[in-house]
């Protein structure tokens, strides 16, 4: 039998000195650890305790023995656990699966010439630019050309005679569509599925069969998907069928193009710029902005817009929802994946036509310190994760490539609307 004083020394009934941790085990050497009947009786145990006791770091110790126990190793290490070492014991994994929580496609706008003369050419165009500015129509067309001469109240010329670029500035207040957004927020919130682009491989060369059979290969070719392909696309066609209009326009403007029914911008002319194609940025992440997965179709355009599917006719049923949704293929060249360099091109989108959002020239990305600030700071507001919810359909986005960190900025007057709204405000 020990008394206080030998277990305050740490010497047994033997006179051999043992460790005390302060954290002995109630029960015998043999039994497996009763945690519930132990945190009731450790308060009022006999033994002098060698140090002084503190509830949540005896919590934690009780915690690792458990993890150890049923073989899930060390709670702090169960992230690395797996990369370093081995599950002999065929234990019940203890790291989350990967799941992603939210995500955002972004389809950059062409840029077609809607100019009064190329409209003239075409009836359709003509009707919807004979519409209000306020209408459908009217967004359509603005989304579909940055320069759109009759969205600024301005002549669309120089005194020279020479083209205005209009990158970064406003259209009329009345036309429903943000000049400085470099994606169109149609597409991307009506996105109901985007069949993905091919996944990255390689092809390999095998020898031919020798005298046993035997057989070598090595790889041959490259993994890049720098190829052409088909996606298919679905949309929510909301009220006013604005999704199989975007796509009739499109196919228009395209065609017309080729036969010389319109005549491209001199800008993409001179610089051999394909005026009729997209690309698609596709960004999932969690609540908080973290980037989980990355993929870029470099190069697309639509190739149909459904109306013959939309014109099928079945009078059995009193409400007609055939054109509820609609699908339209796309033709796409290239793919990428995880690439730091489409970030980065990303970013550039977004500074193109929203001038503010170009970084600060004291701006060092290569510094991990240093976070994005925006040349226009003084008017722009980085929202806070718990402000996100407020803010949906308001803002521009930029991506940290170095973080793999998607954050939204919106306008002073903007955050300061939208908070009064909330009651937040003055």
């Known amino acids: 039998m020990k008394d206080n004083t030998d277990d305050a020394n740490n010497i047994d009934g033997a006179g051999t000195k043992y460790f005390n941790d302060g954290f002995g085990n109630p029960n015998n050497a043999d039994a497996v650890p009763d945690i519930g009947r132990y945190m009731e009786t450790r308060p009022f145990n006999n033994k002098v305790i060698a140090t002084e006791y503190d509830f949540n770091t005896e919590l934690r110790a009780w915690n690792d023995r458990l993890s150890l126990i049923t073989g899930q190793g060390l709670p702090q290490q169960r992230l690395s656990n797996a990369l370093m070492g081995y599950n002999h014991r065929m234990a019940n994994t203890p790291v989350p699966l990967h799941r992603e929580y939210g995500g955002v496609t972004f389809i950059t706008r062409p840029d077609f010439n809607l100019s009064e003369e190329n409209i003239s050419n075409s009836r359709r165009l003509s009707d919807m630019a004979s519409q209000p500015r306020s209408s459908l129509d009217y967004s359509i067309l603005a989304a579909l050309d940055p320069d759109f001469e009759l969205g600024f109240p301005d002549s669309s010329r120089t005194k020279n005679g020479q083209q205005k670029s209009r990158f970064g500035t406003p259209f009329l207040p009345d036309i429903p569509f943000d000049n400085l957004q470099a994606f169109i927020p149609l597409l991307s919130t009506q996105l109901m599925s985007l069949s993905g682009p091919p996944d990255n491989s390689v092809e390999s060369w095998l020898s031919p ?93 639509p190739t149909n817009n459904n109306a013959g599917a939309m ?68 008017n722009l507001r980085k929202l806070l994760p718990q402000e996100l919810p407020y803010f949906n359909y308001y803002g521009y986005p930029h991506i940290d490539s170095w973080r793999r960190k998607l954050s939204w900025w919106v306008y002073q007057s903007d955050w300061d609307h939208v908070m009064k709204k909330m009651g937040f405000g003055k």
């Open 311 to 378: 014109a099928n006719v079945d009078n059995t049923k009193p409400l007609q929802d055939i054109d509820s949704t609609i699908t339209l293929s796309w033709q796409c060249i290239g793919a990428r994946y995880a690439d730091p360099a489409y970030m980065d091109s990303f970013n550039q989108s977004v500074q193109l036509c929203n001038p503010d959002m170009m970084p600060d020239p004291r701006y060092d990305p290569s510094d991990p310190k240093n976070e994005f600030t925006p040349i226009g700071l003084g």
């Open 209 to 301: 069969e020798g005298l046993m059979r035997e057989q070598w290969g090595v790889p041959d070719s490259i993994d890049e998907v720098n190829y052409g392909y088909s996606s298919s696309l679905s949309f929510n066609n909301t009220i006013g069928d604005p999704i199989m209009k975007l796509a009739t326009v499109w196919l228009e403007l395209m065609a017309g193009t080729k036969i010389g029914k319109f005549k491209p911008k001199i800008r993409n002319s001179i610089q051999r710029r394909v005026d009729f194609q997209s690309r698609a940025y596709t960004l999932r992440y969690d609540a908080l902005g973290n980037i989980l997965r990355f993929k870029v179709i470099c190069v697309m355009w």
